[in-house]
Nanobody, 129 residues
Framework: QLQLVESGGGLVQPGGSLRLSCAAS????????IGWFRQAPGKEREGVSC????????NYLDSVKGRFTISRDNAKNTVYLQMNSLKPEDTGVYYC??????????????????????WGQGTQVTVSS
């Protein structure tokens, strides 16, 4: 069983930065592609970014392109989401999720949450002045 724990959320002013971490335990992330999702109050959970197992392929929601960067350190069993130039509309609970793939060069689907095998509990990000 893979457990995922997000951390790094908090309150930040518009234009600020945060770095989220998704730490895995129980199993190695070497077999899992990862997606980051967020959910604002009263809204559907949406995919923000994803990364392949080998870390070579990434994808982003259009509204975060150029501001967010996803990365992973498989040796540390951790995936990161660096968020810069934060905006109030980035506010929400951020979740990481894992999906097992045979291919190390395959991107998970950000639009289909049902494809993911494991989810973390989330970390709150609030962007406000």
């Amino acid at each position: 069983q893979l457990q995922l724990v997000e951390s790094g959320g908090g309150l930040v002013q518009p234009g600020g930065s945060l770095r989220l971490s998704c730490a895995a335990s129980g199993l190695t992330l070497d077999y899992y592609a990862i997606g980051w999702f967020r959910q604002a109050p009263g809204k559907e959970r949406e995919g923000v970014s994803c990364i392949s197992i080998n870390g070579v392929l990434t994808n982003y929601l259009d509204s975060v392109k150029g501001r967010f960067t996803i990365s992973r350190d498989n040796a540390k069993n951790t995936v990161y989401l660096q968020m810069n130039s934060l905006k109030p509309e980035d506010t929400g609970v951020y979740y990481c999720a894992a999906v097992r793939f045979m291919s190390r060069s395959r991107l998970p689907n950000l639009s289909d949450r049902s494809r993911y095998d494991y989810w973390g509990q989330g970390t709150q990000v609030t962007v406000s002045s």
